[in-house]
């Protein structure tokens, strides 16, 4: 049965040149209960952004979903199966498994209740499968995340436990929805309470890396990609040696630099955390500013750029605090590596607050924001609309074809002159946008640029792409380019191949290696073979002039440059490919 519901808003609050107007009426708010999970999705790719809400008492409950109509309103859907489970559903996870172009959904649970696994048919109704590994019988889920470790194209999936035997599980795609589970290695056998996951890869070998997030004062845990189907753990870092009950992780780039930092929320009585992201493998934590020195209730958290001026800001939950109610975080970036904290309408918002997550919904470029919460196990959900203003702003979605279709596990960097300054922003495609939260919506604030410089999708399995022509203040969709050849020919001499680097990471030489193919002329005109660093800047070039057909190796020497990502790209008359590099010294 559909119900059509209005949202009507209340009066909005000034927020250091950011307002947001809390929506009072409407099935979204008035619906409630004991709500963990916070998924913004386009489930029936109609271009506007859907809300999937779940609900995880001891006794189970059924999760909510809401249709977004397109003009403000949105339809609560009661007959589907995904809102019919009946279950204590914690997190969530949307991604396309089958590649057929429609996200399908895995729900964990806790109390020994089997987590639930749904394909999305395309008609927007929902099959449950049963019966399979990934179902998980007798588990006590946190969370989960799709991430394609194995760059086969198909997204895998990792679970998050803290209860029962507090094993994690890591279950592979085998095509047709058939996933096997690994039984072996330390990322699935460790005993911990662990509470969230990301995939991240964190040394820029081209491997997603799984990093954990542990309560009961247990390190939080890594575990490096090996790129043969196991991975090994990582103890000899600060990012998984704090020891706090942590609940919450993010890997932004809040500081524009091009690589990902990483933010987590703390209970217990401890401070939230941010570690800076130094480009050479290490991190540096901040110990200043209120951003990492308040917490022990926090929760959920996720980031965006609420005010649209090219600066990622931070939304905390708050909940579980002694019996009492407490309002939640947010704080505003100041574009100097330096937070404002806001006190408004979206903080002081009482009861207990789970997961959170941003969404575009109304699609007038500006986040607004949902928030699940929980107090009594019977109280309201919360939605706030932002109020928007004049800076510009990109929204990005990306549609896989060598990678996994969802394009989770990608990264998306885009430049534009904001202020009179050239520089780069960074998104990854996530699973998980902390913990119970997601949105596979890429949003970049353009403040007053007039135009975007141009786009680089380093896309899941490998390919780079890069493009000039993206609108400001657009809804874009990027599909994935993989050129392989020239020509009409699919004959192996015919075929032009730019190849990953290796070793990679590397210090202080790696080898490129490419092929240039045969079409009929005995040599290509402007053939170069340059590197960039992480902001699109010439660092070298290692070939420019003419060669004949034929497989060449190069060898690039980065003694005089630092530690980072780095890209080379291949141009000819007819051809352009690039590759990322990391250089670890």
């Given at each position: ?467 000039t022509d993206v609108e400001i203040n657009s809804v874009t969709l990027i599909e994935e380019e993989v050129t392989t050849s020239v020509g009409q020919s699919d004959n192996l001499e015919q075929a032009f191949e730019l190849y990953q680097n290796y070793p990679n990471p590397f210090n202080p030489s790696t080898n490129i290696k490419f092929t240039i193919p045969n079409v009929g002329n005995d040599r290509f005109s402007s053939l170069r073979l340059v590197v960039y660093d992480v902001l699109g800047r010439e660092i070298e070039t290692l070939v420019n002039g003419t060669k004949m057909p034929g497989t060449y190796e190069i060898t690039f020497d980065a003694s005089r440059v630092a530690s980072g990502i780095y890209y080379y790209q291949l141009t000819t008359d007819n051809f352009v490919q690039t590759k990322k590099m990391m250089v670890v010294k």
């Amino acid at each position: 049965m559909f119900c059509r519901v209005i949202l009507f808003l209340s009066i909005a609050l000034i927020i250091n040149s950011q307002s947001f107007t809390r929506v009072e009426v409407g099935a979204p708010v008035e619906d409630g209960g004991d709500s963990r999970a916070v998924n913004w999705v386009d489930y029936d790719n109609d271009g506007d952004l859907d809300l999937f809400i779940t609900n995880g008492p001891s006794g189970g409950q059924n999760n909510f979903f809401y249709i977004n109509n397109g003009d403000g309103t949105f339809t609560k859907v009661t007959d589907i199966a995904i809102v019919n489970d009946n279950s204590p559903s914690d997190g969530s996870t949307w991604g396309d498994i089958n590649n057929d172009g429609f996200f399908d959904l895995y729900v964990v649970n806790w109390y020994g209740v089997a987590n639930r696994f749904y394909i999305n048919n395309g008609d927007r109704t929902f099959d449950e499968v049963t019966g399979k590994a990934i179902n998980a019988s007798n588990s006590y889920s946190e969370t989960a995340s799709w991430g394609d470790f194995d760059n086969d194209g198909l997204l895998d999936l990792y679970v998050a436990n803290s209860g029962g035997n507090r094993r994690n599980m890591l279950f592979q795609n085998d095509d047709d929805i058939q996933f096997t589970r690994i039984t072996t290695g330390s990322h699935v056998t460790d005993g911990n309470y662990t509470r969230d996951v990301d995939w991240i890869d964190i040394n820029g070998d081209g491997l997603l890396d799984i990093y954990v997030v542990n309560e009961s004062s247990q390190n939080n845990a890594l575990y490096l990609n090996k790129g043969d189907g196991t991975f090994e753990k990582v103890t000899d870092m600060n990012i998984v040696q704090d020891g706090k009950t942590s609940w919450s992780s993010n890997w932004i780039d809040f500081n524009n630099d091009g690589y990902f930092d990483l933010f987590l929320t703390n209970r217990d009585g401890s401070s939230n955390s941010l570690y800076k992201n130094n480009g050479d493998g290490t991190f540096t934590q901040i110990t200043e500013g209120e951003i990492v020195t308040e917490g022990g209730y926090s929760s959920g958290s996720d980031w965006g750029d609420v005010n649209n001026d090219g600066f990622i800001d931070l939304y905390v939950g708050n909940a579980f605090a002694n019996g009492q109610e407490i309002d939640n975080y947010f704080y505003l970036n100041n574009g100097d590596g330096s937070f404002t904290k806001i006190t408004s309408n979206v903080t002081e918002v009482g009861g207990w607050t789970y997961g959170v997550s941003f969404g575009d919904f109304n699609r007038d470029g500006y986040l607004d924001l949902a928030l699940a919460k929980c107090f009594g196990a019977n109280e309201n959900n919360a939605l706030f609309l932002n109020d928007g203003g004049n800076n510009n702003w990109v929204i990005i979605n990306l549609e896989g074809v060598k990678s996994n279709r969802s394009g989770i596990g990608s990264v998306i960097r885009v430049k534009a002159n904001i202020n009179g300054n050239d520089f780069w922003q960074a998104r990854r495609v996530e699973g998980q946008n902390g913990y119970c939260g997601q949105n596979l919506e890429a949003h970049f604030g353009l403040g007053d640029a007039a135009s975007i410089d141009s786009v680089i999708v380093e896309w899941s399995g490998g390919e780079v792409q890069i493009l000039t022509d993206v609108e400001i203040n657009s809804v874009t969709l990027i599909e994935e380019e993989v050129t392989t050849s020239v020509g009409q020919s699919d004959n192996l001499e015919q075929a032009f191949e730019l190849y990953q680097n290796y070793p990679n990471p590397f210090n202080p030489s790696t080898n490129i290696k490419f092929t240039i193919p045969n079409v009929g002329n005995d040599r290509f005109s402007s053939l170069r073979l340059v590197v960039y660093d992480v902001l699109g800047r010439e660092i070298e070039t290692l070939v420019n002039g003419t060669k004949m057909p034929g497989t060449y190796e190069i060898t690039f020497d980065a003694s005089r440059v630092a530690s980072g990502i780095y890209y080379y790209q291949l141009t000819t008359d007819n051809f352009v490919q690039t590759k990322k590099m990391m250089v670890v010294k």
